[in-house]
T-cell receptor, first 110, second 112 residues
Framework: QQPVQSPQAVILREGEDAVINCSSS?????VHWYRQKHGEAPVFLMI?????EQKGHDKISASFNEKKQQSSLYLTASQLSYSGTYFC???????????FGTGTSLTVIP | DAEITQSPRHKITETGRQVTLACHQT?????MFWYRQDLGHGLRLIHY???????NKGEVSDGYSVSRSNTEDLPLTLESAASSQTSVYFC???????????FGQGTRLTVV
């Protein structure tokens, strides 16, 4: 079942923070995060496999809640290069089916 | 450098015609995927393969087929193109389950 992402779109000024949420009605085995810039292919950001896990590099990090049905992506001190559409992808624990969310459009302005 | 390439990058075809989109990867990845991307729907899985001779249906497989005769290629065939299949198609590959997927640059298909 396709996960729900929120918000659908967000506009930030450089230096501001943002949180993107990804929620499923099913228990999840893993959550993947990708970013896609306009006209380009999606690019991998990170995978979370364990409930309670947090990962990050540079100023982008993510968490996977203990009940393993929700993940959040945190963008700190946003830069112009962070603009794009962010997708979460979820693998369901029982069915092993993988679905991408509908995406969150993030625009960073000077 | 290893890569994943799609061809053609753009194609216009007529309703009812058979169309094949090519996907070729040089990483020797076992897993290969085809997605379509439409506004408001994100990326939806069409077909996927976990190895040679293995193919599986995704959530939007009707009207599409794939075959995996070697590790490097997973061509996607539209048996009889329909206007509803106008979309951007992405191929992806990964080493195994729950590892990073690498995406091709996409094929923009227009069915008129």
């Amino acid at each position: 079942q396709q996960p729900v992402q929120s918000p659908q779109a967000v506009i930030l000024r450089e230096g501001e923070d943002a949180v993107i949420n990804c929620s499923s009605s099913k228990a999840l085995y893993s959550v993947h995060w990708y970013r896609q810039k306009h006209g380009e292919a999606p690019v991998f950001l990170m995978i979370l496999l364990k409930g309670g896990e947090q990962k990050g590099h540079d100023k982008i990090s993510a968490s996977f809640n203990e009940k393993k049905q929700q993940s959040s992506l945190y963008l700190t001190a946003s830069q112009l290069s962070y603009s794009g559409t962010y997708f979460c992808g979820t693998e369901e624990f029982i069915s092993n089916q993988f679905y991408f969310g509908t995406g969150t459009s993030l625009t960073v302005i000077p | 450098d290893a890569e994943i390439t799609q061809s053609p990058r753009h194609k216009i075809t007529e309703t009812g015609r058979q169309v094949t989109l090519a996907c070729h990867q040089t990483w020797n990845h076992n897993n290969m995927f085809w997605y379509r991307q439409d506004l408001g729907h994100g990326l939806r899985l069409i077909h996927y393969s976990y190895g040679v001779q293995d193919t599986n249906k995704g959530e939007v497989s009707d009207g599409y087929s794939v075959s995996r005769s070697n590790t490097e290629d997973l061509p996607l065939t539209l048996e009889s193109a329909a206007s509803s299949q106008t979309s951007v198609y992405f191929c992806a590959s990964s080493v195994s389950r729950n590892t990073e997927a690498f995406f091709g640059q996409g094929t923009r298909l227009t069915v008129v």
